[in-house]
């Protein structure tokens, strides 16, 4: 007689297997529940195309003599790589001189604050082929409140009525303003969001998936969320402010790591709408290093839950349609996603073991219809977004899926621990993404002054994965076939991140040689 499985690993039977599969179930159906969010988001972008904004076609306009002062805000904070490209890009701008000015906020603790000075001085002072700018430089001895205190700082002496916003590795073509600034003439539009692209897309693998993460966003979340009237948010740059909806909404605050998303709900209670420009780009670069891409990924997702349990309890008190709520819901707590995956990976092999004796008719019935939900709803949703902006060669994407969706599994250890710090109430400071201004292939990195320590983390992601290789091989032992492609993402998906921590800037290490200097201090740490 054969022994069965669960005997033969020791696993406990009757009640306690029932408990692990009871335990795995609610944790499927959890992750299937955000996962069938993302169809109701792609519903809500074609439900309602008719409701999408065009930069070209503002419901009325400023005359010519009339346009509003503007002011742009430029954070930054040791940016010595782009700090010139981002000055010389926003003094090209195509606006009124006398309606303009533009205001370099810096809190840099490294040399980007001599160089800044210089550059924001030689502009002002004007040079051939570039006439005196309204620019100036403001830097602060100390980083209060990080990036929202340093917004704040600018707005004690900004004379704009409108307030653009672009972080140090934007470029903003010399047209961006003029396509935004007619859809202020609306009096109750409070904020205006363009869309981002990517100068390195091409520059690796990594920023390959790392754009089509982003596209989904701005395509589909985005768009799905401005067109169906519902509340979204201000990104962080790339947008522009109406100065009395920052006011009336409370001003900038720092108790959250995303405080443009935490703004951006304070505003709309208020009554202010929302516009989202699809067809304004402004190009950006993505993370070029993996433990940057890392610490990005983790301040949006404990942001997110911090402004979650911040304005959670004030929007659902609200007078907000019920399906506005819901939407923030969604949209809120969306990251509480990565503790589930983790309990479920943990429950895998386990539930594999104690329900060896489960047929085909059963998992056809009830894991792949949850599967179907949790994961090909992210294959759907990325190729969706894809199709929207390259409708000729979009069908590439499917090249990237796998990855995509393996690299979603490797993000789950860092931003696991960033959700439940956030839940615990554990601060930690604002973690900006450094730039390189590295955009095409074979550039050199210029990682190393800025590189993150890299901690503990990584070898977590390694051990998994080596644990789910184990898992694979124990799926085909048992004949359950069906599991291997999605336990193959989890092995792909911890390897790849982990050993892209370790093994990324390594042999730019053995490069530099021995002589050069190489900050080894983690970025300070909250877009």
């Not at 009325?60 to 346009?67: A, G, I």
């Not at 100065?243 to 900038?252: K, N, Y």
Request: charged share 20%; aromatic share 14%; hydrophobic share 40%.
């Amino acid at each position: 007689m054969k022994t069965p499985r669960h005997a033969i690993f020791g696993i406990p039977g009757n009640r306690e297997n029932a408990l692990i599969c009871t335990h795995l179930h609610a944790g499927y159906h959890r992750h299937a529940f955000y996962g069938i969010h993302r169809y109701q988001l792609v519903y809500l972008y074609y439900k309602h195309r008719k409701n999408a904004a065009k930069s070209s076609e503002p419901p009325s306009r400023f005359p010519e003599d009339e346009l509003p002062f503007v002011t742009i805000q430029l954070p930054t904070f040791n940016e010595q790589y782009v700090i010139d490209r981002l000055i010389d890009a926003c003094c090209k701008l195509d606006y009124p001189r006398d309606r303009f000015e533009i205001q370099l906020l810096d809190d840099s603790t490294d040399e980007t604050k001599e160089v800044a000075e210089q550059i924001v001085r030689r502009y002002a002072e004007g040079f051939p082929g570039m006439p005196p700018q309204p620019i100036g430089f403001h830097h602060r001895e100390n980083r209060y409140g990080f990036k929202a205190g340093a917004l704040d700082a600018g707005l004690k002496t900004a004379k704009g009525e409108l307030i653009a916003i672009f972080d140090a590795d934007f470029v903003p073509p010399s047209d961006w303003l003029m396509k935004v600034i007619h859809h202020f003439a609306e009096p109750n539009v409070g904020m205006v969001q363009t869309r981002w692209t990517h100068l390195n897309r091409n520059y690796s693998f990594l920023t390959q998936v790392e754009a089509i993460l982003l596209d989904g966003h701005f395509v589909l979340e985005h768009g799905g969320r401005h067109r169906a009237n519902v509340f979204f948010n201000f990104n962080g740059t790339a947008g522009m402010w109406r100065r009395t909806a920052i006011d009336e909404a409370g001003g900038w605050q720092h108790d959250t790591l995303t405080e443009d998303t935490d703004l951006s709900y304070r505003a709309q209670l208020k009554g202010w709408h929302f516009k989202y420009l699809q067809d304004v780009e402004c190009p950006a670069e993505l993370p070029i290093e993996m433990t940057a891409f890392k610490t990005q990924q983790a301040r949006w997702a404990k942001g997110l839950i911090q402004t979650g349990k911040k304005i959670l309890p004030r929007v659902l008190k609200s007078d907000a349609p019920f399906h506005t709520k819901l939407e923030a819901w969604y949209h809120l707590t969306a990251n509480i996603s990565y503790p589930l995956m983790i309990i479920l990976s943990t429950l895998l092999m386990p539930a594999m073991i104690i329900r060896s004796w489960q047929g085909y008719i059963q998992m056809l019935l009830i894991d792949f219809p949850l599967f179907m939900a949790s994961t090909f709803s992210i294959s759907s949703f990325y190729l969706v977004s894809q199709k929207e902006l390259f409708p000729k060669t979009w069908y590439r994407t499917f090249l990237y899926l796998p990855f995509l969706m393996a690299l979603g599994v490797g993000l789950t250890i860092t931003n696991t621990k960033a959700v439940m710090e956030a839940l615990f109430g554990m601060k930690s400071a604002f973690a900006r993404t450094p730039k390189y201004r590295v955009q095409k292939k074979g550039e050199k990195n210029k990682a190393q002054k800025y590189r993150k320590r890299l901690g503990i983390i990584p070898w977590i992601e390694l051990a998994l994965g080596c644990y789910f290789a184990f898992t694979v091989w124990y799926a085909f032992e048992s004949e359950n076939y069906f599991t291997v492609p999605f336990l193959l993402l989890f092995v792909l998906g911890y390897w790849y991140t982990g050993l892209l921590s370790l093994l990324q800037g390594r042999f730019d290490r053995l490069a530099a040689g021995s002589s050069t200097e190489i900050h080894e201090k983690p970025y300070p740490v909250g877009i």
